[in-house]
């Protein structure tokens, strides 16, 4: 079982950079694929970007490549998303998830969600 809280959200402006953290308990975390997902009013929650359990591997939309860096920390049960250069369409929900299996964007769901922080960015 993996329990997983987000922190770091919050109100930027266009241009700016906000690191988002995933703490998650359970020694299993570090066994797992992890990611982010985000939901903006009206729309349908996306994929953003997914790392494998070891760090090997990225994945990212096109939407976020270049300017989102996903990473992870095993030994601190930690996943972050560095987000620069924030639009106004960043604006959303951004929920960590992890899951045994790797997912990268397409049919697969992660099992394993957080409760999400809001990121909020003005033009």
């Known amino acids: 079982q993996v329990q997983l809280v987000e922190s770091g959200g919050g109100s930027v402006q266009a241009g700016g950079s906000l690191r988002l953290s995933c703490a998650a308990s359970g020694r299993s975390f570090r066994t797992y694929a992890m990611g982010w997902f985000r939901q903006a009013p009206g729309k349908e929650r996306e994929f953003v970007a997914a790392i494998t359990w070891n760090g090997a591997m990225t994945y990212y939309a096109d939407s976020v490549k270049g300017r989102f860096t996903i990473s992870r920390v095993n030994a601190k049960n930690t996943g972050y998303l560095q987000m620069n250069s924030l639009k106004p369409e960043d604006t959303a929900i951004y929920y960590c998830?992890?899951?045994?299996?790797?997912?990268?964007?397409?049919?697969?769901?992660?099992?394993?969600w957080g409760q999400g922080t809001q990121v909020t960015v003005s033009s």
């Open positions: 998830a992890a899951d045994p299996r790797q997912f990268t964007g397409g049919g697969l769901l992660p099992g394993y």
